[in-house]
């Protein structure tokens, strides 16, 4: 899934939370949607060492939470318990939605992504070890418009309902 489409499920969580009737403050909102799209940072260091940046510690629940205790030691400090789990939240939502390109495959609804892109019991079991697929490259996003459609009508249906969250609530 592409950031816009994390930033907006992460805002639909923070605000599915306070209509539960939980306080979050503007500032953790940010560090949740901030929370939301950190993972894929490591596109950096995966396009260096030519590999998937699925295939990263960092694209695990490990990686999570250790990156989610990292935001804690920065930021934890200012922030409410539901913020500080709201963070985690927002993290693991991201493998879940980088996942689900592959469920909307099996499912039959695109023709990407192949193979499972989360290795969840990381490091008990080992990485694919698959090649880049060069996501600084335009030939990458010409293939995902083109063959994950069902990824991007999710991504649509999230952004749409995150606006529609945020001019309502
Ligand atoms: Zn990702």
């Known amino acids: 899934m592409l950031p816009p489409g994390h ?39 995966a396009n260096f060492l030519k590999r998937s940046h699925h295939d990263l510690i960092s694209h695990t629940p490990l990686g999570a939470f250790i990156l989610w205790l990292i935001f804690i030691f920065i930021v ?38 192949r193979e499972p892109q989360i290795t969840w019991l990381y490091p008990r079991v080992k990485f694919p070890r698959r090649k ?14 083109q063959k994950a459609k069902a990824n991007v009508f999710l991504e649509i249906i999230l952004s749409l309902t995150a606006l529609l969250m945020l001019w309502l609530i």
């Open 132 to 145: 880049d697929p060069g996501a600084f490259k335009l030939s990458f996003f010409k293939d995902y418009f």
């Open 7 to 45: 930033i907006a499920a992460s805002y639909i969580l923070v605000k599915s939370v306070e209509l539960a009737g939980f306080n979050i403050s503007g500032a953790e909102t940010l560090v949740v949607l901030a929370a939301s799209i950190v993972l894929d940072f490591d596109l950096l260091s």
């Open 76 to 113: 934890g400090g200012n922030l409410s318990p539901t913020g500080q789990i709201l963070i985690l939240l927002s993290l693991l939502l991201h493998l879940l939605l980088d996942e689900a390109g592959f469920w909307l495959y099996r499912l039959k609804l695109q023709g990407i992504s």
